[in-house]
């Protein structure tokens, strides 16, 4: 079954950028049904949509890290990506990657975020 | 932004218990409304879309129910795997949100 796996460092000095990775297998990245996402979680807080990215390249950012953020995609390794520059104490956190899925119901799309990666864990310190 | 809020923040219960959980949004967002299932040190998981669509695999104790702004996320005999946090989270209009959460625990 398709497994989301997101990788990169763990540890990121103030003022950097985060770069992280998610491997998706069991499946293709190029689904035409599906955005795929990144979603963060700062310790003992609640989820934070950071942006998502349609396999084709089109990107919606959270207009409050849009400055910010870049996702990309790479087709030809299933992979997607995530840079977020400037950080701070504030942008640690759990970082989640995820399929959003067109689900149908009546004839009508719902898009719900259906599967998840484990999560890695980003610390911004010196 | 459409914002989401969650009640209670937590609440204690027994196994067997029924529980109801409330989400409310800032503004009408149909049935574009997303509940989650969140344990420790895991991945939140999708229970329920579109308001009341039970995703696959999800027991059926889990319900949702709501439209417009106002939605309620219910447990019918709690269970021991089921104490967790629950998220709501709108899909209607970008950036999606999520609400603040509530923590079902053991009372």
């Known amino acids: 079954q398709l497994q989301l796996q997101e990788s990169g460092p763990g540890l990121v000095k103030p003022s950097e950028t985060l770069s992280l990775t998610c491997t998706v297998s069991?499946?293709?990245?190029?689904?035409?049904?599906?955005?795929w996402g990144w979603i963060r979680q700062p310790p003992g807080k609640g989820l934070e949509w950071i942006g998502s990215?349609?396999?084709?390249?089109?990107?919606y950012y959270n207009p409050s890290l849009k400055s910010r953020v870049t996702i990309s995609v790479d087709t030809s390794k299933n992979q997607f990506s995530l840079k977020l520059s400037s950080v701070t104490a504030a942008d640690t956190a759990v970082y989640y990657c995820?399929?959003?899925?067109?689900?149908?119901?009546?004839?009508?799309?719902?898009?719900?975020?259906?599967?998840w990666g484990q999560g890695t864990m980003v610390t911004v310190s010196s | 932004d459409i914002q989401m809020t969650q009640s209670p923040s937590s609440l204690s219960a027994s196994v067997g218990d029924r529980v109801t959980i409330t989400c409310r949004a800032s503004?009408?967002?149909?049935?574009?409304l997303n509940w989650y299932q969140q344990k420790p040190g895991k991945a939140p998981k999708l229970l329920i879309y579109?308001?009341?669509s039970l995703q696959s695999g999800v027991p059926s104790r889990f319900s949702g129910s709501g439209s417009g702004t106002d939605f309620t996320l219910t447990i019918s005999s709690l269970q021991p795997e089921d104490f967790a946090t629950y998220y709501c989270?709108?899909?209607?209009?970008?950036?999606?949100?999520f609400g603040p959460g509530t923590k079902v625990d053991i009372k």
């Open positions: 989270q709108q899909s209607y209009s970008t950036p999606c949100t």
């Open positions: 579109a308001a009341s």
């Open positions: 069991g499946g293709s990245i190029s689904s035409s049904s599906y955005y």
């Open positions: 990215i349609y396999y084709s390249g089109s990107t």
């Open positions: 503004q009408s967002i149909s049935s574009y």
């Open positions: 995820a399929r959003f899925g067109g689900i149908a119901v009546a004839g009508i799309n719902y898009d719900a975020f259906d599967i």
